[in-house]
């Protein structure tokens, strides 16, 4: 394992696509540095691309700050980022993006090499290892695999970020793992028309000596800055020393074995061990997530609970929670909500002239869905809302209600879908499908999308728009009736059994258009009388 080198500053290993939509990969210095002709990194999976943005990130905030607002200014205005500081910073750091250095090897823990390594695909969770054997994919630890070393660092980034908990081949005694801080939420993403708007998007105020951004300490700095590589015995329980702590932080210990196989250097073994316990409050060191308080029964935040972070559902839309995402909590303290703090200062830089105010971004959302032990990982998640500035700078409790009694809308209606199914089967005695699901809330995603859209366009004038809103609850009535449909439609019954079921229909016909004119009546609240 000694003598070769994988230099993650230049090898190609972060795959991306250009302005033309053509693939590539790039490393570290040139995913800066060509970033104004690149359209976006994209990973393999969705927890892969929001891992390589984090460490991209926390190299940019080390390399450019920015400390002020006019730093970040002149950043945005520039046509590329500046060589000369990248390189500055770079100086006498090149070792520490080593994938295969004996002594600082890149986000891995030399200490690791006395113990036997497994199949490097141990680091894939979609791979099977062990007894783990799927349809497709009847990979063993016994089994002679081999990585490149661009796929091997793709991987060890995404596992620090994403590995599941559960049981790891214990260094000394412990094998107990917490999962990886990034299972906790969904991991938000602003995205601008290249890969240099949105890293730029996503980078805050940057100054550890004035402690900023917040939660953020002189001594903060990613884990390749360490004076020493991480030891063998983790801590059992840590905070972060602040936000590129965090970007970076070492949730496994791992070790990549490689070997020589012709003239390339291959990945053939890893050991991955217990790593940092993340002991830290999210809702007030995560930047890249949005938070919201529990609802109670009576469909109301819940006070006395914390803030807990927004994450995806497999078939119901992110969009659901456009509210946390997209809107301010004007309150000072007891706030029911938080939006990623990448968005605290879009409207600043409005006023400063830097972005335009009728610009439309895009908030992309990662995450992936574990089981009930937290231990293996059944789906990757990626979802997307508009983020028109519009809304972003709105400081309007009123277009939160408005915005949020749409979104009622649509689960009170989901909620009165599955009802009919439950009652249904509960007559029939029959276990309840999840179809009437997938036939309604996938069908729901672009048209409330024309509604944040829409109201971007009519809320600075003054105006709510009351068609955005009426063609919203004409989309949720015709969606929602027509799963009803589907579902009456598709099911093998008897006779007796259809009159059975036209009863629950109509019911739920019924409880639609109750839903639709309390909506309608609630709206006129939100919306001006002229426009009226």
């Not at 800066?32 to 691309?49: K, N, S």
């Not at 210990?253 to 790593?275: A, E, S, Y």
């Amino acid at each position: 394992m000694t003598g070769a080198r994988f230099d993650l500053l230049s090898e190609r290993w972060i795959p991306v696509l250009d302005m033309d939509g053509y693939a590539d990969e790039v490393g570290l210095e040139d995913v800066l540095l060509r970033a104004h002709d690149l359209r976006r990194i994209t990973g393999d999976t969705p927890p892969m691309t929001a891992a390589l943005h984090r460490v991209v990130l926390a190299l940019l905030h080390r390399a450019y700050g920015p400390e002020t607002e006019r730093d970040w200014g002149l950043l945005w205005r520039d046509p590329e980022l500046p060589r000369t500081r990248l390189r500055k910073y770079l100086t006498g750091k090149e070792s520490r993006f080593d994938l295969f250095d004996p002594v600082r090897p890149f986000f891995q823990c030399p200490a690791l090499a006395k113990l036997t390594p497994s199949t490097p695909f141990k680091l894939v969770p979609h791979r099977a290892v062990g007894n783990k054997v799927t349809l497709f994919d009847h990979t063993t630890a016994s089994d002679r695999v081999t990585m490149t070393p661009a796929e091997a660092a793709r991987w060890l980034v995404t596992a620090q970020a994403f590995d599941p908990g559960g049981m790891k081949t214990p260094f000394n005694k412990d094998k107990s793992s917490q999962k990886a801080p990034c299972n906790t939420m969904g991991v938000v993403l602003v995205e601008g028309a290249t890969l240099k708007e949105t890293l730029l998007l996503n980078a805050l105020r940057y100054d550890p000596e004035l402690e900023r951004p917040d939660g953020t300490w002189p001594d903060d700095h990613p884990v390749w800055e360490q004076p020493e590589p991480p030891g063998g015995e983790p801590e059992t329980s840590q905070v972060s020393r602040g936000w590129t702590d965090l970007l970076t932080w070492q949730s496994r210990r791992i070790l990549l074995f490689h070997r020589q196989v012709d003239d390339r250097q291959v990945v053939d073994g890893v050991v991955v061990t217990p790593g940092d316990r993340y002991d830290g409050s999210s809702a007030d060191e995560e930047k890249m997530a949005a938070f919201r308080k529990p609802v109670g029964t009576n469909g109301k935040p819940m006070k006395d609970k914390p803030l807990l972070p927004v994450r995806l559902h497999p078939v119901r839309g992110v969009w659901r929670h456009s509210v946390e995402l997209l809107l301010t909590d004007r309150r000072e303290e007891n706030k029911s909500r938080l939006r990623p703090r990448t968005l605290h200062a879009i409207p600043d830089r409005v006023v400063h002239g830097y972005i335009p105010a009728d610009a439309v971004y895009t908030l992309r959302v990662y995450g992936q869905q574990l089981d009930d032990n937290n231990s293996v990982v059944e789906t990757y998640l990626e979802d997307h809302v508009p983020a028109p500035v519009a809304l972003l700078r709105a400081d309007d409790e009123v277009l939160g209600a408005l915005i949020g009694t749409a979104i009622s809308l649509a689960d009170n209606a989901g909620a009165a879908l599955r009802h009919m199914e439950r009652d249904y089967r509960k007559d029939k005695r029959a276990k309840p499908s999840s179809t009437l699901d997938l036939d309604y809330w996938p069908k729901l995603t672009a048209p409330f999308a024309t509604l944040l859209t829409d109201l971007a366009t009519a809320w600075p004038e003054g105006t709510a728009s009351t068609a955005a809103v009426t063609a919203w609850s004409r989309h949720v009535r015709r969606t929602a009736q027509h799963a009803a449909q589907r579902w009456t439609g598709g099911a093998q019954a008897e006779a007796a059994d259809l009159l059975l079921m036209a009863k629950y229909l109509d019911r739920f016909l019924t409880r639609l258009t109750t839903l639709i004119r309390t909506f309608d009546h609630e709206v006129r609240n939100y919306i001006p009388r002229e426009e009226e």
